[in-house]
């Protein structure tokens, strides 16, 4: 054989059945049953229902939950969790996260990484479950002893068929009995729901990959996107993710459309999560100061006259590290010696006055920073 023309893996019938029987009814059956039968409101309710419930058990489940032991949650939550994985038809907790954890480890490794965005759109979005490319370590979940440990996680493993046949079928079946539309149910709640579910995830293998911003990092291809956030609940902010992966935030700012964070942190005011992993403060600052400085370097370099303005982004860059270094050393020290209760009335005062001195100094220096960054990005 010529290594140039390395032999195919052999083709996965089953999945190409499976994504190109359900792609042909969603495409060509739906609209069809609209035009001669029509969907009305609770149809298309019960449709955004379905898509949200196995949306989030992915994001807030699988990928989250999981694969990245970002958050703790309660055994119910973990039971609707995996129900709505198996109603995704993604594979089980087990196999979905083992993957997931090899491409974080491998990521853009066309050897390792399962889904690698270096091979191409069409393989990292679904090309990639088509062959049997991992026949040697398909059924390998060394690193998922943790999970391993997990009854829900095991219960659904082994009964996982059997709770694909029983949510694909019978949810769309029972609504469409109750709303006296059982094929329109079966086509709308059944195959578009499942369309639509698998390509919003799968975007986040290939277009996350390939569209948007590179704020935190540009070790590997992950991208910042904030219209994938919108139809992938919340997951378009990956070039963060990818960096801080157990973190259970993907949209840090307030302003970020993120569902699936507002789900875990709603679980914790009522019991549902705990343990919520949040990266500090400190190490996102820094890593998208860094990120600005390597774009900026990579900028100006191109050209000897600006040896001068390199030497000076420096200079601030290496300011505005040693001001964050001052202020959050010193509040932490503040609020660890506050929670031990160690401090005195005026001991308390003093380091405060301290503190937001410390506060003012980084903002000035924040502003110094971004606004040189700001003249020299042309």
């Known amino acids: 054989m010529d290594s140039h023309h390395k032999e195919q893996p052999k083709i996965l019938w089953l999945n190409v059945g499976v994504f190109a029987l359900t792609f042909a009814v969603a495409i060509i059956g739906t609209p069809l049953w609209a035009w001669h039968h029509g969907f009305d409101l609770s149809q298309i309710a019960m449709l955004l229902a379905a898509f949200t419930f196995t949306g989030m058990s992915i994001t807030a489940g699988y990928h989250r939950l999981w694969s990245h032991k970002s958050y703790e949650a309660n055994v119910v939550l973990k039971v609707i969790f995996a129900l709505g994985g198996a109603f995704a038809i993604q594979n089980s907790i087990l196999h979905w996260s083992s993957d997931h954890r090899i491409h974080h480890r491998h990521v853009d490794d066309n050897d390792n990484d399962p889904y690698s965005a270096q091979r191409g759109f069409w393989f990292s979005h679904i090309g990639w479950m088509l062959r049997d490319y991992q026949n040697e370590k398909y059924n390998d979940y060394s690193n998922c002893r943790d999970l391993q440990k997990d009854k829900v996680v095991m219960w659904q493993h082994k009964y996982y068929l059997l709770l ?20 329109g ?3 709308l709640i059944g195959f578009t729901r499942l369309v639509l579910n698998h390509h919003c995830t799968f975007f986040i293998n290939s277009l996350a990959h390939i569209w948007g911003s590179q704020p935190y990092t540009d070790k590997n291809s992950a991208r910042d996107n904030g219209l994938l956030a919108l139809f992938t609940f919340g997951e378009g902010y990956h070039n963060f993710h990818h960096i801080f ?13 993120d569902p699936t964070k507002w789900l875990i942190k709603l679980g914790s005011w009522v019991g549902l999560t705990t343990r919520l992993r949040v990266t500090p403060e400190e190490r996102i600052e820094k890593a998208k100061a860094k990120m600005l400085l390597v774009k900026l370097q990579k900028r100006l370099s191109v050209t000897p006259e600006n040896q001068r303005r390199l030497q000076l982004i420096q200079i601030e860059y290496d300011a505005l590290l040693a001001r ?27 380091l405060l006055q301290q503190l937001n001195k410390m506060k003012a100094e980084l903002q000035q220096q924040r502003k110094t920073w971004y606004s040189l960054a700001a003249s020299y990005s042309y």
Not at 164 to 183: K, R, Y
Not at 332 to 338: A, E, P, S
């Open 185 to 187: 149910a079966l086509i």
């Open 164 to 183: 694909v046949l029983l949510t694909n079928f019978g949810i769309p079946l029972v609504f469409g009995v109750i709303h006296g539309d059982v094929w």
């Open 324 to 350: 964050m270094a001052d202020y959050y050393n010193m509040k932490k020290r503040f609020f660890d010696l506050r929670k031990r209760k160690l401090l005195k009335k005026y001991e308390k005062a003093d």
């Open 245 to 257: 992966e157990n973190d259970y935030r993907n949209g840090i700012h307030w302003w970020q459309f």
